[in-house]
């Protein structure tokens, strides 16, 4: 049981480091969303496919196992928050949409408790709601170029990314990698009709392909096996970590250069998100001394 745990922290620690190039490689892509989003969704759709039949052998009907319809809500969920990820990169301060969608693990959390009666440990809490503060410090500080409509996006995003995540959770013995996929061809497909089929010029194009081939398909389907293991509120804790990561590396390629507020703001979250995983890693060794002697 503990190994199973810790199996699922590094699972989504591996995915969060593999996803916090993406927002920087969208605003690499160019300014047009629609064309965007539809070579971003189409080509993880196809990887996401390609690297989870390599990872599970079994056949997509018995990978869905009982799912029933949260298969097909959690594909339409992917494909809305897939394109309001891109949509609000394109429109917003990159750390403005990075801070919105962090607040996923409160609701997340709060989805959790409500619909599946899932019982959140104090210290996710308390760790959610001390990033939330530090996140909220960061916000108020945030520059004026960002888009009304580009922030509401980065909302619809978190609240759409909380609901997958309980989804997945709600059924771990199903793999929902395969609706992802599925949600990603279908949003890619309809931006593509949107937007007109559409080649990006060079270096654009080399930025949709990093996204498409590596970035967004290997982190999102470790973030479905993380499930299986961890709950869907530390999970999403565990993302909280592209928000700093994601802003160091657009001021570090684009120079969009962090405010002392962001600076502080990353060091409360980093050093939370650092005792939060030595006080569950310390349980975890307490648990299994405690099974070995009895």
Not at 61 to 69: F, L, R, V
């Amino acid at each position: 049981m503990q190994q199973t745990v810790l199996k699922g922290y590094l699972l989504a620690l591996i995915g969060v480091c593999i996803l916090s190039p993406d927002a920087l490689l969208i605003r690499l892509s160019g300014d047009d969303p629609w064309l965007i989003a539809a070579w971003r969704g189409i080509l993880t759709g196809i990887m996401i496919l390609i690297y989870n039949q390599w990872i599970d052998r079994r056949s997509l009907k018995s990978q869905k196992a009982n799912s029933g319809y949260r298969y097909y809500v959690n594909m339409v969920l992917f494909a809305f928050s897939s394109f309001f990820f891109t949509y609000a990169i394109s429109n917003a301060n990159v750390t403005d949409v990075l801070v919105i969608i962090a607040f996923t693990p409160l609701l997340s959390a709060l989805l959790s408790a409500v619909f599946l009666r899932e019982k959140v440990l104090l210290r996710t809490w308390i760790a959610t709601l001390v990033c939330g503060i530090g996140l909220a410090i960061l916000f108020s500080q945030a520059g004026g170029s960002s888009k009304p409509l580009g922030l509401a996006s980065a909302a619809a995003c978190a609240i759409l990314l909380a609901a997958q995540f309980v989804i997945m959770r709600s059924c771990p013995e199903a793999n929902l990698s395969s609706s992802m996929a599925f949600g990603a061809l279908l949003g890619g497909m309809v931006c593509m009709l949107v937007s007109g089929f559409a080649i990006l010029p060079g270096t654009q194009m080399l930025a949709v392909l990093a996204i498409g081939f590596i970035v967004s398909p290997i982190s999102f389907v470790l973030f479905v096996y993380s499930l299986r293991y961890i709950t869907a509120a530390e999970t999403s804790l565990i993302m909280l970590l592209e928000s700093v990561l994601g802003s160091l590396l657009v001021w570090l390629f684009l120079g969009e250069h962090p405010t002392l507020a962001t600076t502080l703001a990353g060091v409360l979250i980093l050093g939370t998100l650092s005792i939060y995983s030595f006080l569950a890693l310390r349980e975890l060794r307490q648990t299994s001394v405690l099974s070995a002697s009895t």
